[in-house]
């Protein structure tokens, strides 16, 4: 049905915008398409026939027919289209009207755009959208920061689009700011983390224990059946079922090139945390590990030069599978999660956020590409306790890594005496024996700065700076 006003614009018809704009449509709203290319409009009109759904090739137009305060979303690639879609929106808008983007932008940009739209009275939200096409189809988790009164505008909309959870939606207000975009790229950060964490455990079975892709396919379904359920869990299942259809035999997974990319929102958060001087290695390292898989033609001369001849016949090692390996995919992902929640914590504090980790760890529970069992434990600690130093101090969950440690070692010896490598879970245990050591050898660091350059250090039995001339 032709309507003259529309709840809802988006700018921006790939994937993820129509797909967003029909799931809100589905929800009773109308809503309203911009794109340049009227196949992407005719499409959108086409699957959302049934619905209140209209597209637009021109701007004009488009604008023309959004009710005030006009609320238009924008799903557009990072940076520079961001910026020109504001600066082509900025003379057609009124004071109160609301812009949103819904891409991975960089938080500093988020800032930025922010302060120069609030100037113009245009209010802007800096919504992080996680859960790829399905969820921006069938619910997402939406990450919303900015200024509260802009988020009011649409939060019927956004909690009707949102994924459910015990009928609760998975979006909230987050904070001022690029909270919102802060909060996504952390997402993206422990995804990062516990996607290298996963591949681990498959080059484990693959090469370690030299599964075949039934073996290891049956792994990962069990796995996702117990305390490790999580929606990364169950697409890794589903992967190692897929045959290869395009070159014959056998199964995708292995005729897949094993170079990754990435689009920068890990090596953000690794980047921030840096600035911040908040320790997260398992990210750092999965950031690390892309890098490592691209440099695919070093890698192939280096197989020969310096060959690994450790890799056995795994058979001894297969025991660890049931149980061993399990658990310790479990210990390094509440530590990739206890991570990225230090860092959201300190993040917060740092730029005035005021973000509640409950309420994260809330709406990560349904829709996002992270989405776990875990995170209701993970709730539940920061809702006890809103303070709590690192997730690994919550009674509940130290108890776990407590039980699960062991296992964890026994897997990183394996890797090693086998030169498989797992630099994310040896650096989730390295965290953890770091985090729990009333001492470390640090002091040494300190005589060591003093010595070759005056640094001075602190004592342990009395306050004060000191210097010593050490080789006097
Ligand atoms: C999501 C995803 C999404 C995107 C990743 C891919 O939450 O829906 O995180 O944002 O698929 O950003 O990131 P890389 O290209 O960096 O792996």
Redesign the pocket.
């Known amino acids: 049905m032709e309507k003259t006003q529309y709840d809802f614009g988006m700018i921006g018809l790939g994937v993820m915008g129509r797909n967003f704009l029909l799931n809100i449509a589905d929800h009773g709203f109308s809503v309203a398409g911009y794109d340049t290319n009227p196949d992407k409009t005719s499409a959108l009109e086409k699957e959302g026939e049934e619905r209140s759904v209209k597209g637009f090739t021109t701007l004009d137009d488009f604008l023309a027919h959004l009710s005030s305060p006009k609320k238009i979303m924008m799903l557009v690639p990072a940076g520079g289209p961001v910026d020109a879609v504001i600066e082509e929106l900025l003379p057609h808008l009124n004071a109160g009207d609301l812009i949103m983007d819904g891409g991975?932008s960089h938080f500093v940009d988020t800032d930025r755009r922010m302060k120069r739209l609030t100037e113009k009275n245009i209010h802007f939200l800096g919504i992080g959208v996680?859960?790829?096409e399905k969820?921006a189809r069938f619910g997402p988790s939406l990450m919303p920061g900015g200024n509260k009164e802009a988020y009011e505008i649409v939060r019927p909309i956004l909690e009707a689009a949102a994924a459910k959870v015990q009928d609760e939606p998975c979006v909230t207000y987050l904070g001022t700011g690029s909270a919102g975009h802060y909060v996504k790229m952390v997402?993206?950060g422990i995804?990062y983390g516990i996607m290298q964490l996963i591949a681990e455990a498959y080059d484990l079975m693959k090469r370690g224990m030299q599964l075949d892709n039934q073996e290891i396919q049956r792994a990962f379904q069990a796995w996702n059946e117990g305390e490790l359920q999580s929606f990364l869990m169950e697409i890794t299942a589903e992967i190692f079922k897929q045959p290869d259809r395009e070159g014959g035999e056998g199964f995708l997974v292995d005729k897949i090139l094993d170079s990754a990319?990435?689009?920068?929102?890990?090596k953000w958060t690794s980047q921030s945390a840096m600035d911040l001087g908040v320790p997260i290695p398992t990210i750092d390292v999965a950031v690390s590990m892309r890098f490592i898989s691209a440099l695919k033609q070093q890698r192939k001369e280096a197989a020969r030069v310096l060959e690994n001849s450790q890799v056995d016949n795994g058979e001894e090692d297969k025991q660890f599978l049931e149980g061993e390996l399990r658990n310790a995919l479990h210990f390094a992902i509440i530590i990739t999660y206890a991570q990225g929640m230090a860092l959201l914590q300190e993040a917060s504090k740092e730029f005035n956020y005021g973000i509640d980790l409950a309420e994260v760890a809330k709406i990560w529970r349904g829709g996002?590409?992270i989405r776990a069992r875990l995170l209701e434990d993970i709730m539940v600690a920061y809702k006890h306790q809103p303070k709590l130093p690192n997730l690994m101090m919550d009674d509940h969950l130290a108890k776990v890594l407590l039980q699960q440690h062991l296992d964890a070692v026994e897997i990183g010896k394996m890797s090693l005496q086998q030169g498989v490598p797992i630099a994310g879970l040896t650096s989730a245990i390295h965290y953890f024996d770091a985090y729990r050591s009333e001492r470390l050898p640090s002091n040494l660091t300190q005589a060591q700065r003093d010595f070759f350059g005056a640094h001075t250090y602190e004592r342990i039995d009395k306050e004060g700076v000191f210097h010593t001339e050490w080789n006097a």
Do not use: D, F, M, V
Request: aromatic residues 0%; glycine residues 32%.
């Open positions: 991975n996680s859960g790829g969820g997402h993206n995804e990319k990435q689009k920068g929102t890990g996002c590409i």
